[in-house]
């Protein structure tokens, strides 16, 4: 396996399981993060939220489509650039429906002001210091910085990698 693909496979792992994100959008010139539920994530690690065509983040993303999501799961930390796409297939809808999702959608996918916003991947970057072993030496190198008075070097730590998620085939609005 070569380098490029060690690591859209990490990024494959890292981002797998992903329930809850902060979509980051412009607001009239300033950036404002939102949390959202992951709905799917699909094979290209593309993230799709559900939300009305109503909210005000809809026309935000329509004047500009470059987001960032951001993601902490014990200790992952993941980074998402792309852009998003308003997206109102209703099989896609259907598809990525569940029902904890009915708090904000009584009708289900029948409520009628429903879409989808689909963040298309460009770049990602992930930090995991998960593992206990990454944990220990934590630890470890905290306590030699400490001990000598000196900043600790957190990339030796876990694991850090970029990875480029472009592709040509990117979908178009709905």
Known sequence: MSATAEVRSKWGDEIKGVRTAMLTIREGGMLRALPMHVAHIDE???????????????????????VGCT??????????????????DRSKMEAYWSEGLRPWFPQGTNTPDMTLIHLISEEGEYWDYSSPL?????LF?????ITKGKRMDSESVGSHDKVNLTRNNQPSKL
Request: aromatic share 10%; no cysteine.
């Open 141 to 145: 190198k905290a306590a030699v910085a």
């Open 71 to 88: 993601v902490q799961d014990g200790g992952k930390y993941i980074s998402i650039t792309g852009h998003a796409v308003v997206n109102r």
């Open 134 to 138: 990454s944990k220990l030496n934590y």
């Open 44 to 66: 290209n690690q593309d993230l799709w939220f559900y939300t009305t065509i109503s909210s005000p983040k809809i026309k935000d993303i329509e004047k500009d489509p470059k």
